[in-house]
């Protein structure tokens, strides 16, 4: 069954494939792989709001082994420095296109070595898609929460190799993205701090996804801040209420986290490539991130 969450996300278009020096996306993720998949015609998607050049960084595509498997993987980081705090950033159902690489590189401009994997590249090409429910029944729906977490564990290992402190870690990502932020915080007993942006916190159990937030807000590792809007139709504050109980009653670290909710904000408020977008809640989203990790020691 496809999850309320990811049903909030059929209205959204498919984004653009493009990196910074024109290259497809989809093009780069097939040569990564060694595979080809089939075409298909996006829309045509609004340009990002926020631009965050690459000048004094060091980015672009890497491959990340997982027991073998090639993983991509987009890595943006200040160029010529080690040692760095180290940020993961999940995406939303659409993988790593140019919003979550621009946000990677945020992060790369404030210090971090920011690193999006591609998640569910196992299960299919996520840009390839121009049909939202397709790409939901076909991609999402069939990616286990087991894979995800080896697959950031590996990410955490390959930071550690490649000029990150992984003793500094902290963990963020978008709806889809978001819901694997506290699934990782608990997971992983390095994560530090996670920054949680409106993903979903309940729903049902399945053999794919055995656990919910709800189900391991007292396990958490470091404290998670929850960024979620009040007029998300998908993420009822009812949800955000059971998760604050939850936390209420768990470890030191469920204990800190704290909730932001932006008054008549809706779902994907940060996504400044959609309609969604709501500058005032995305800027001081983006602040209050930053001060979190800084405040939880990834910094």
Same mark, same amino acid.
């Given at each position: 069954?496809?999850?309320?969450?990811?049903?909030?996300?059929?209205?959204?278009?498919?984004? *653009?494939?493009?990196?910074?020096?024109?290259?497809?996306?989809?093009?780069?993720?097939?040569?990564?792989? #060694?595979?080809?998949?089939?075409?298909?015609?996006?829309?045509?998607?609004?340009?990002?709001?926020?631009?965050?050049?690459?000048? !004094?960084? +060091?980015?672009?595509?890497?491959?990340?082994?997982?027991?073998?498997?090639?993983?991509?993987?987009?890595?943006?980081?200040? $160029?010529?420095?080690? #040692?760095?705090?180290? &940020?993961?950033?999940?995406?939303?159902?659409? *993988?790593?296109?140019?919003?979550? $690489?621009?946000?990677?590189?945020?992060?790369?401009?404030?210090?971090?070595?920011?690193?999006?994997?591609?998640?569910?590249?196992?299960? !299919?090409?996520?840009?390839?898609?121009?049909?939202?429910?397709?790409?939901?029944?076909?991609?999402?729906?069939?990616?286990?929460?087991?894979?995800?977490?080896?697959?950031?564990?590996?990410?955490?290992?390959?930071?550690?190799?490649? #000029? !990150?402190?992984?003793?500094?870690?902290? &963990?963020?990502?978008?709806?889809?993205?978001?819901?694997?932020?506290?699934?990782?915080?608990?997971?992983?007993?390095?994560?530090?701090?996670? +920054?949680?942006?409106?993903?979903?916190?309940?729903?049902?159990?399945?053999?794919?996804?055995?656990?919910?937030? +709800?189900? +391991?807000?007292?396990?958490?590792?470091?404290?998670?801040?929850?960024?979620?809007?009040?007029?998300?139709? *998908?993420?009822?504050?009812?949800?955000?209420?059971?998760?604050?109980?939850?936390?209420?009653?768990?470890?030191?670290?469920?204990?800190?986290?704290?909730?932001?909710?932006?008054?008549?904000?809706?779902?994907?408020?940060?996504?400044?490539?959609?309609?969604?977008?709501?500058?005032?809640?995305?800027?001081?989203?983006?602040?209050?991130?930053?001060?979190?990790?800084?405040?939880? !020691?990834?910094?």
């Amino acid at each position: 069954m496809i999850s309320t969450q990811l049903e909030s996300d059929l209205h959204a278009l498919v984004p *653009g494939s493009a990196t910074a020096d024109g290259t497809s996306r989809r093009t780069a993720l097939q040569v990564a792989l #060694g595979v080809g998949y089939a075409a298909s015609v996006s829309p045509v998607m609004a340009q990002t709001v926020v631009k965050t050049s690459a000048d !004094g960084l +060091v980015v672009g595509e890497v491959t990340i082994d997982v027991n073998g498997f090639k993983m991509p993987a987009y890595r943006a980081a200040p $160029a010529g420095k080690t #040692g760095l705090p180290v &940020v993961l950033v999940l995406s939303e159902i659409f *993988g790593v296109h140019e919003y979550i $690489a621009d946000t990677a590189r945020r992060f790369a401009k404030a210090g971090y070595l920011a690193i999006a994997p591609e998640l569910f590249v196992r299960q !299919g090409d996520a840009q390839s898609y121009a049909e939202m429910a397709k790409l939901i029944a076909e991609v999402i729906s069939k990616v286990p929460d087991a894979q995800v977490m080896a697959d950031l564990d590996a990410t955490v290992a390959w930071a550690a190799a490649n #000029g !990150g402190d992984v003793n500094k870690l902290g &963990v963020t990502g978008f709806c889809w993205g978001g819901r694997q932020t506290w699934l990782y915080t608990a997971h992983n007993k390095r994560v530090k701090a996670g +920054v949680a942006w409106y993903g979903r916190l309940v729903g049902q159990v399945s053999a794919l996804t055995p656990k919910h937030p +709800v189900d +391991v807000a007292g396990a958490l590792n470091g404290p998670v801040l929850g960024l979620y809007g009040s007029a998300d139709t *998908g993420i009822p504050v009812s949800t955000v209420a059971a998760m604050q109980e939850a936390l209420a009653s768990g470890s030191a670290a469920a204990r800190r986290s704290r909730f932001v909710l932006y008054p008549d904000a809706p779902h994907a408020f940060h996504a400044d490539y959609r309609p969604s977008y709501r500058k005032a809640p995305a800027d001081d989203g983006w602040q209050q991130a930053l001060a979190w990790f800084k405040a939880h !020691g990834v910094a």
